[in-house]
């Protein structure tokens, strides 16, 4: 079993942990180290035991309140999941008729009516055009 030595405020501290796990042991350190330091620079110099306990209490304050965080958010991901399940499951919507409109016959007739003119007037100057 490793034994690793840690800064806290300042203070070594020689603490024994599992193979593999020293660089979560200087995380975890470093985590309580922060909090130590804010203390310190609020403070000043305090019994040993008393920063360990306030730096503690700062950590599992922030820890509480992240976990109140994930809670929230995990109520919010199962309230979507349930509402993509629902939608999911829900009927297609009926295929919506769409209707295109009819031109009226006038207008065809017109348009036809225009088009003859159109042809003859076109006729007659092609016949002038040869003279």
Do not use: Y
């Not at 501290?13 to 203390?39: I, K, P, R, Y």
């Not at 620079?41 to 306990?53: F, I, K, S, W, Y």
């Not at 409109?101 to 017109?110: E, G, K, R």
């Amino acid at each position: 079993m490793p034994e690793v030595t840690i800064h806290i405020g300042g203070r070594p501290f020689n603490v024994a942990c599992q193979d593999g796990e020293e660089s979560f042991l200087h995380s975890a350190a470093g985590m309580l180290d922060e909090e130590a330091q804010v203390l310190a620079d609020q403070v000043g110099r305090m019994p040993e035991a008393r920063m360990l306990l306030m730096a503690g209490l700062m950590l599992a304050d922030k820890t509480a309140a992240s976990e109140d965080r994930v809670k929230q958010l995990e109520t919010a991901l199962a309230e979507r999941q349930a509402e993509l399940e629902h939608l999911r499951d829900a009927p297609k919507p009926a295929p919506e008729r769409v209707e295109v409109p009819v031109v009226p016959q006038a207008v065809t007739d017109t348009l036809a009516e225009l088009a003859a003119r159109a042809e003859a007037l076109a006729s007659e100057i092609e016949e002038k055009a040869r003279k």
